[in-house]
């Protein structure tokens, strides 16, 4: 959760032909980094066997979680033995295999776009395109901090959580970054892993909560600690109308998941802080037309997942800042499903949505 890294005598091979460029070109080169965590290629549980709203199960007992055991085709459908959930199935069928299952291995960002993360995105952009995905809207308005200022965009909080990005925006991030949209199927895996699912869980593993009051230390200043120090979660009884310092709970002290907020293999903030979407395998707008491809660093590219922006395919999970922290804490459950109804990103900008990307592991 906590330290620094480092990496000597790294390499990158850069093919800058395929740029379009010549060795003869003055280019500017930066290096960009974003933590991730591998997930391990292996069987994992979706549902907990709780009263998660929407829940997935094991046809026909809605107490039994479905056990994913390959990375093949999945049916989803009211079949004994097949996969289903309690609610949020439109469209009834195969998730192909072509379909991120979670089985495999995979790379997940640590922790969601940050808004030094995308501060950066925008700076590399030609500046006659980077106007497009500016968040223009008054400095501070829920938290975010992001402003242009002497031909540059800057933030003052750049280990926030950015929310009040559109749709598109954030799918251009993902293909900027080489990464891709993940899917509700590989969110259940990244939170719960391999573990024997505990009803009604939250992403670091049991159904209890510590939710933030406050901060000590200078908000925005990447420093700054959760009040009280064993909060684990951000949701609506703190008085800040947007996210915290991403990671905020995972310290030097931080001894467990649950102190940590952190999901199996150490994803943090899966719980609380920003909605995550996903692509849902309620609708065959999701299922059936998103495929494993990823990011090739230009800024827009027509994936499937792109053209899906439009239609049904997204819905969101893991909850956010502005949930309470008494009955519908539990939309911050790893398994519940409450708005996998889809066209969450075509209802951007929210300041309630944040994104993560992922990447399938070679």
């Keep these: 959760g906590a330290g620094s890294v480092t990496c000597e005598q790294m390499r990158l091979h850069w093919n800058y032909a395929a740029s379009g460029l010549s060795g003869t070109n003055d280019v500017d080169i930066a290096v960009m980094g974003i933590e991730m ?36 085709p999945i049916l989803l459908d009211e079949t004994n033995g097949a996969l289903y959930a309690t609610g949020d199935v439109s469209t009834k069928g195969i998730i192909p295999s072509t379909f991120p299952n979670g089985y495999q291995a995979l790379y997940c960002m640590k922790h969601e776009l940050t808004e030094g993360a995308y501060v950066d995105f925008l700076n ?18 829920y938290r975010l901090t992001i402003h242009y200022t002497n031909g540059l965009y800057a933030t003052d909080a750049p280990d926030r959580p950015c929310s009040c990005l559109r749709g598109g925006w954030k799918l251009t991030y993902l ?28 992403a670091w593993g049991n159904s209890s909560l510590v939710a ?38 995972a310290t030097a002290n931080s001894s467990n998941r649950f102190d940590a907020g952190a999901g199996y293999y150490g994803v943090l903030d899966l719980s609380g802080s920003l909605w995550e979407p996903v692509v849902s395998v309620a609708r065959t707008d999701g ?7 990823y990011g090739d660093g230009n800024e827009y590219t027509l994936y499937p997942w792109y053209t899906a922006e439009s239609g049904n395919a997204y819905g969101l999970r893991g909850g956010g800042y502005h949930l309470n922290d008494g009955a519908n804490a539990n939309q911050a459950t790893i398994s519940a499903r409450n708005n996998m109804d889809g066209g969450y990103l075509i209802r951007d900008p929210s300041q309630y949505y944040g994104i993560r990307g992922v990447r399938t592991a070679p």
């Design 212 to 249: 933030l009051t406050g901060l000590d230390g200078v908000d925005g200043s990447g420093e700054e600690t959760a009040l009280p120090v064993e909060a684990n979660v951000h949701i609506k009884s703190s008085p800040y109308s947007g996210p915290v310092r991403a990671g905020i709970f």
């Design 175 to 202: 293909d900027w970054s080489g990464l891709r949209p993940m899917t509700e199927l590989e969110f259940e895996k990244i939170a719960r892993g391999v573990k024997t699912p505990w009803i009604n869980e939250y």
């Design 124 to 141: 590399m952009l030609d500046p006659s395109v980077a106007p497009n995905y500016y968040p223009n809207i008054a400095y501070g308005v």
């Design 287 to 293: 299922r059936d037309y998103f495929f494993d491809e």
């Design 37 to 72: 965590v591998y997930i391990p290629e292996g069987p994992f549980s979706l549902g907990s066997g709780g009263t998660e709203y929407s829940h997935f199960y094991q046809y026909p007992m809605q107490s039994q979680p479905f056990l994913v055991t390959n990375a093949g």
